[in-house]
């Protein structure tokens, strides 16, 4: 029996190392990191996290590549940094697209090699291998999940780890809710990965009222940015503590559009971006 850790979107190594320094029994695994980002400022720090963890673990190799429903080419957005998948070019769905505090002006579309993760796993492992996966992929998660269900692929994966991207990449509530759903019915669950935090922290999983609490906050922070950009003439028409307050409500209830009493502007949330329209 092989023991896998499959880190989809290696960045510049972080969840190399937090695997190395925290999972249990690191050195019993083989480390397949894919990064899809082609700028040397964040593969030349990659390089050398894995020459500093190699001898850490059994082996270590990066695929410069994106993690992806098929195999071939995708348009990705890369901002050297941080990188985001670009929908086959519909910019409704890349953090490019929209006006949110994740867009960035440096940010520029490339066509990179992608990997069938879900064939890719099944050609090379069996079901009797130890699998470790982990998703950092920038919204990519609300395709390959239910392609991996689909294809069967999510049978070989022992843990599965993700980071939700939800409103950065324009999804709903309901569509992330789905990806726990799909986690719970065909493996042990969806555990929410950081790798700032892992190891100094419980191993959590991702349920309905921790989703609730990661679209009230994304929400909060798309209001905060309306009203840097200057969508929003009057901030005491919108006081803090009375976002929070109605946010956590139409969360709470999924409610997608709601007024708050006593300003002149509307809160529409129904497409999972924050809009505020005035009132007439």
Same mark, same amino acid.
């Given at each position: 029996?092989?023991?896998?850790?499959?880190?989809?979107?290696?960045?510049?190594?972080?969840?190399?190392?937090?695997?190395?320094?925290?999972?249990?029994?690191?050195?019993?695994?083989?480390?397949?990191?894919?990064?899809?980002?082609?700028?040397?400022?964040?593969?030349?720090?990659?390089?050398?996290?894995?020459?500093?963890?190699?001898?850490?673990?059994?082996?270590?190799?990066?695929?410069?590549?994106?993690?992806?429903?098929?195999?071939?080419?995708?348009?990705?957005?890369?901002?050297?940094?941080?990188?985001?998948?670009?929908?086959?070019?519909?910019?409704?769905?890349?953090?490019?697209?929209?006006?949110?505090?994740?867009?960035?002006?440096?940010?520029?579309?490339?066509?990179?090699?992608?990997?069938?993760?879900?064939?890719?796993?099944?050609?090379?492992?069996?079901?009797?291998?130890?699998?470790?996966?982990?998703?950092? &992929?920038?919204?990519?998660?609300?395709?390959?999940?239910?392609?991996?269900?689909?294809?069967?692929?999510?049978?070989?994966?022992?843990?599965?780890?993700?980071?939700?991207?939800?409103?950065?990449?324009?999804?709903?509530?309901?569509?992330?809710?789905?990806?726990?759903?799909?986690?719970?019915?065909?493996?042990?669950?969806?555990?929410?990965?950081?790798?700032?935090?892992?190891?100094?922290?419980?191993?959590?999983?991702?349920?309905?009222?921790?989703?609730?609490?990661?679209?009230?906050?994304?929400?909060?922070?798309?209001?905060?940015?309306?009203?840097?950009?200057?969508?929003?003439?009057?901030?005491?028409?919108?006081?803090?503590?009375?976002?929070?307050?109605?946010?956590?409500?139409?969360?709470?209830?999924?409610?997608?559009?709601?007024? &708050?009493?006593?300003?002149?502007?509307?809160?529409?949330?129904?497409?999972?971006?924050?809009?505020?329209?005035?009132?007439?």
């Amino acid at each position: 029996m092989r023991k896998v850790f499959i880190d989809g979107g290696a960045n510049v190594g972080q969840s190399i190392e937090a695997f190395c320094n925290h999972y249990p029994n690191a050195e019993e695994f083989e480390i397949h990191s894919f990064e899809a980002s082609q700028s040397p400022n964040v593969l030349d720090p990659l390089n050398t996290i894995v020459g500093a963890f190699r001898d850490k673990v059994k082996s270590i190799d990066v695929h410069n590549k994106a993690i992806w429903i098929h195999d071939g080419e995708v348009t990705f957005c890369d901002s050297g940094n941080e990188s985001s998948f670009v929908w086959p070019v519909d910019t409704s769905k890349s953090t490019i697209a929209g006006s949110n505090k994740y867009c960035e002006k440096d940010q520029k579309n490339v066509n990179v090699e992608c990997v069938d993760i879900s064939s890719w796993i099944k050609s090379n492992f069996s079901k009797e291998d130890h699998i470790v996966l982990k998703l950092d &992929i920038e919204g990519g998660e609300y395709d390959v999940i239910p392609k991996m269900l689909e294809a069967g692929a999510l049978e070989y994966v022992d843990k599965l780890f993700c980071e939700i991207h939800g409103i950065k990449c324009h999804y709903t509530f309901d569509q992330s809710m789905s990806l726990i759903n799909i986690a719970n019915e065909a493996t042990e669950g969806l555990y929410i990965w950081s790798a700032e935090s892992y190891g100094t922290r419980k191993e959590t999983k991702y349920d309905e009222e921790i989703l609730k609490r990661e679209y009230k906050k994304w929400h909060i922070n798309d209001i905060e940015c309306c009203y840097l950009r200057g969508d929003m003439d009057h901030i005491d028409d919108l006081p803090e503590h009375e976002v929070t307050r109605m946010v956590e409500i139409m969360i709470n209830n999924g409610i997608w559009k709601a007024k &708050i009493k006593g300003t002149r502007y509307i809160i529409d949330l129904s497409d999972a971006c924050t809009t505020i329209g005035v009132l007439g």
